[in-house]
């Protein structure tokens, strides 16, 4: 029988060489979030030119518009680092262009479209100038996820004050495992500024999801104008917390240059106590305010005016509708 002393050693033992094989495997594993289907790496560091330019054959406003956004910051740190900008110059770097290529000019962004991509990032060698970075996607959403794999690999040196390349050379083969990547924003219960909902949208990108899951209305508040039913969005908390039409169209037309759809939620039939401040003869009565008056034919017209009004604004094919329970109490 071993003894205490024994054990504990034996235990121990095992807890540090476990812990070792743990920070082992974490070591082997790319600094990418979510990790890629397939990769490949090597051992060299690649210096990033701060003029990284782009070759790019097609016309498409939301690939140019993705490479300065994620060049920027990629060398948000360079801007900001003491000193000389860089210490290396012109040819020193190993790669100067970001070539892109993708197959199809259909920017349709509709739920299951193609986000897949291939990623290749190539030491320089005797028969090039320069390393070689190159994306291919069948769309330019996959071209926006391929970016942002290329932009987490890229890596601000404070020594040599110049974004490196580590673990190169890369081949990434990627696509997501699942086609719904959601996150739920509640602007119902808890207003926010049409400029913090993009930054979240930002955020939704650097982890390559998908859905905005918008809850606009809820119980607390009615915050969207509805041109159908105008007097709805004064059930908002107030006048300088509601999102006009335009609003929704700004960030609609930002999350997809993103490649994230939105998907609004409006709460049927419990939930509902914000719509009958313009409305009242949505309430069953003036104690009864939380559900909508289902015994009435106003309630569905105006549930069906809602739904006109959100198909013209958000293009996505999906809407939420709450379901959410009725107090009966």
């Given at each position: 029988t071993a003894t205490p002393a024994a054990a504990f050693f034996l235990l121990l033992t095992t807890a540090t060489l476990l812990s070792i094989s743990i920070a082992s495997y974490a070591d082997s594993l790319p600094y990418i979030w979510p990790l890629p289907a397939f990769f490949t790496s090597g051992n060299a560091t690649l210096s990033v030119d701060p003029d990284l330019s782009l070759s790019y054959a097609g016309n498409s406003a939301i690939v140019y518009d993705a490479f300065q956004r994620y060049k920027s910051l990629i060398f948000k740190q360079a801007t900001r680092a003491p000193g000389p900008s860089r210490l290396l110059r012109g040819p020193s770097f190993d790669v100067s262009v970001l070539q892109i290529v993708v197959n199809s000019t259909n920017e349709e962004l509709q739920f299951g479209v193609d986000e897949s991509y291939t990623l290749r990032i190539d030491k320089r060698d005797s028969g090039s100038i320069v390393g070689a970075a190159t994306i291919e996607a069948k769309t330019v959403y996959g071209a926006l996820r391929a970016l942002e794999t290329f932009s987490q690999l890229c890596t601000f040196d404070y020594g040599l004050k110049t974004v490196q390349i580590y673990k190169a050379s890369w081949y990434i083969q990627d696509e997501p495992r699942f086609a719904y990547r959601g996150?739920?924003?509640?602007?119902?219960?808890?207003?926010?500024?049409?400029?913090?909902?993009?930054?979240?949208?930002?955020?939704?990108?650097?982890?390559?999801?998908?859905?905005?899951?918008?809850?606009?209305?809820?119980?607390?508040?009615?915050?969207?104008?509805?041109?159908?039913?105008?007097?709805?969005?004064?059930?908002?908390?107030?006048?300088?917390?509601?999102?006009?039409?335009?609003?929704?169209?700004?960030?609609?037309?930002?999350?997809?240059?993103?490649?994230?759809?939105?998907?609004?939620?409006?709460?049927?039939?419990?939930?509902?106590?914000?719509?009958?401040?313009?409305?009242?003869?949505?309430?069953?009565?003036?104690?009864?305010?939380?559900?909508?008056?289902?015994?009435?034919?106003?309630?569905?017209?105006?549930?069906?005016?809602?739904?006109?009004?959100?198909?013209?604004?958000?293009p996505f094919e999906l809407v939420h509708l709450g379901g959410d329970e009725v107090n009966t109490g």
């Open positions: 996150l739920l924003l509640d602007t119902g219960r808890h207003y926010l500024p049409v400029d913090v909902i993009k930054q979240i949208i930002d955020s939704m990108s650097y982890a390559k999801l998908n859905v905005l899951h918008w809850h606009i209305v809820d119980e607390q508040s009615f915050p969207l104008e509805t041109p159908t039913y105008p007097y709805l969005w004064k059930g908002a908390f107030s006048k300088w917390e509601r999102y006009t039409v335009e609003d929704a169209y700004d960030i609609v037309n930002f999350a997809k240059k993103r490649g994230v759809h939105v998907m609004p939620e409006i709460d049927v039939p419990g939930h509902a106590e914000s719509w009958g401040v313009g409305y009242p003869d949505l309430w069953p009565s003036s104690s009864c305010k939380e559900p909508l008056d289902v015994s009435k034919n106003v309630t569905f017209d105006v549930i069906s005016g809602i739904l006109s009004d959100l198909k013209r604004i958000f």
